[in-house]
Nanobody, 124 residues
Framework: QVQLVESGGDLVQPGGSLRLSCVASGTFTKIDTMAWYRQAPGKQRELVAT???????NYADSGTGRFTISRDTRENTVSLQMNSLRPEDTAVYYC??????????????????WGQGTLVTVSA
């Protein structure tokens, strides 16, 4: 019903910048909170940043001051601008979103959707 597709992952040198993008498509009534998570090799997936439908943002300590999350609610896209990248930022970055979809004849339900991930490698 709902798909998230990320793009923008790449190899970048320490201190460099990268911008990730994610677009939601499919059949849904609306997308509410959107977020970026990441999972480094051998580690659990962790939250990077969230942005509400109204534009309120929250960041994990790891990205505060270096990462900026933004969204275009009309286009159902979310981006993550990452500056001053460090080797420890190397991970697969996943887009996440809450979507309101039709359920039954006249009802709705909220589902959580994940993208397939995009690899960010920070290395000299």
């Amino acid at each position: 019903q709902v798909q998230l597709v990320e793009s923008g992952g790449d190899l970048v040198q320490p201190g460099g910048s990268l911008r990730l993008s994610c677009v939601a498509s499919g059949t849904f009534t609306k997308i509410d909170t959107m977020a970026w998570y990441r999972q480094a090799p051998g580690k659990q997936r962790e939250l990077v940043a969230t942005v509400s439908r109204g534009g309120v943002t929250n960041y994990a300590d790891s990205g505060t001051g270096r990462f900026t999350i933004s969204r275009d609610t009309r286009e159902n896209t979310v981006s993550l601008q990452m500056n001053s990248l460090r080797p420890e930022d190397t991970a697969v970055y996943y887009c996440n979103a809450g979507a309101l979809v039709r359920a039954g004849f006249s009802g709705y339900k909220r589902i959580e959707v994940w993208g397939q991930g995009t690899l960010v490698t920070v290395s000299a």
